[in-house]
């Protein structure tokens, strides 16, 4: 081998050297991408739980094979380490307003989560990441909102209970566009070009699924309405000869069809107000013994059964069971009354005839004009 040739494959040796340790610095200038985020290598397939907790509220979200599950407000306190929420205590029944709680009962120890919410949870725990480092001073995180006392915590665990990450999210920016973050056990506080308080909220009823009904109400074939007291209510759809809905039993006025719609629409529809976390007994909350009873029948031989028991003092709330569900739900006093229905309310009242126009009598005597 010549010298020419020699020097040519030394210089190409010595580019080669060089290009690899020009890639390995830049490479190491510039870190990973999973290094920045604030839960690395989440997933939807390995996600198991998530709670999120701060000075008022603390909300424990649980994966159960496809669905997700929250834990009652009444077993979730907050933890001062790492660990997130843990179950214990019981709410206090002169907290909220409740009669005096008997020993025992029927509370949920669980409560459906809404799944799209828990979607948005993902995709915002995955994407939020390290961005502007705007402090490290441990003085200035009251400041932002960092702080255990005015953050909310969240913490993502794996199937297993290994801990994915954890933060503290503090206030918005001026503009409200970005969020600041704390990674749990650090100093370092990051503005984070996205809004997300909405997606990470300790509120249970941003995390609840309150849906306790769904159906269209066209498939109603009969509503029977069953109140405490009172005689049955059975309403039956007309066939094509007798139209729009008819009371079979309970009395014998014709009825208003758009009423008795009205009162399917809620049904069809039905959401609770809130979730019964504590452990009350039927007879206490009047499911025992139902206030009002309401049977829906459908054309393919199914049927849906709704109890509603006593008002709740406090809220002004009623207490709900379905009972092929294992919850009881509490709905509103306006819902409960869309419900309570007589005979006489839902009948097909003609208007009243109009008087006739009376004449009014002139007073006075009328001015006659002068004759010129």
Do not use: C
């Not at 996600?47 to 496809?66: C, E, H």
């Not at 400041?143 to 994915?164: M, N, P, Y």
């Not at 990450?165 to 056990?185: E, H, M, Q, T, W």
């Amino acid at each position: 081998m010549n010298t020419r040739k020699i020097l040519f494959s030394a210089l190409a040796l010595a580019a080669a050297i060089v290009i690899i340790v020009i890639v390995n610095i830049l490479s190491n200038a510039k870190p990973q991408t999973n290094s920045l985020q604030f839960f690395p290598g989440i997933t939807a397939q390995n996600l198991g739980s998530v709670t999120l907790g701060n000075a008022s509220d603390n909300v424990k979200l649980l994966r159960k094979g496809d669905v997700w599950m929250v834990l009652p407000k009444s077993s979730a306190v907050a933890e001062p380490s790492g660990t997130g929420l843990v179950a214990g205590g019981t709410e206090s029944p002169s907290s909220t307003g409740a009669q005096a709680k008997p020993a025992g009962g029927n509370g949920a120890t669980e409560f459906p989560s809404d799944s799209a919410a828990i979607s948005q949870l993902l995709e915002t725990l995955a994407k939020i990441k390290k961005s502007t480092l705007v402090s490290e001073n441990p003085a200035k995180q009251a400041t932002f909102e960092v702080d255990s006392l005015h953050g909310t915590r969240i913490e993502a665990f794996d199937l297993t209970g290994k801990s994915l990450g954890a933060v503290i999210l503090g206030k918005g920016s001026r503009d409200y566009g970005s969020n600041y973050f704390r990674p749990d056990n650090s100093n370092q506080v990051f503005l984070v070009p996205e809004s997300n308080r909405y997606w990470l909220t300790a509120d249970h009823k941003h995390w609840e699924n309150k849906n306790i009904l769904k159906f269209d109400h066209a498939d109603v074939k009969q509503l029977t309405v069953a109140a405490r007291g009172s005689p049955v209510m059975v309403i039956a759809r007309g066939d094509s000869i007798v139209k729009g809905w008819q009371l079979v039993e309970g009395g014998k006025q014709p009825l208003d069809s758009n009423k008795v719609n009205g009162v399917l629409n809620s049904l069809a529809g039905l959401q609770a107000a809130d979730f019964e976390d504590s452990s009350y007994t039927d007879s206490a909350t009047g499911l025992a013994d139902p206030t009002l009873t309401l049977t829906v029948a459908f054309k393919n031989g199914s049927n849906r059964i709704v109890a509603i028991g006593n008002e709740k003092t406090g809220p002004n709330e009623y207490w709900l069971k379905i009972p092929d569900k294992p919850y009881t739900y509490l709905i509103s006093e306006w819902q409960f009354k869309q419900f309570d229905k007589k005979p006489e309310d839902l009948a097909n009242v003609p208007p009243k005839p109009g008087k006739p126009a009376t004449k009014q009598p002139v007073t006075g005597k009328m001015k006659m004009p002068k004759k010129k």
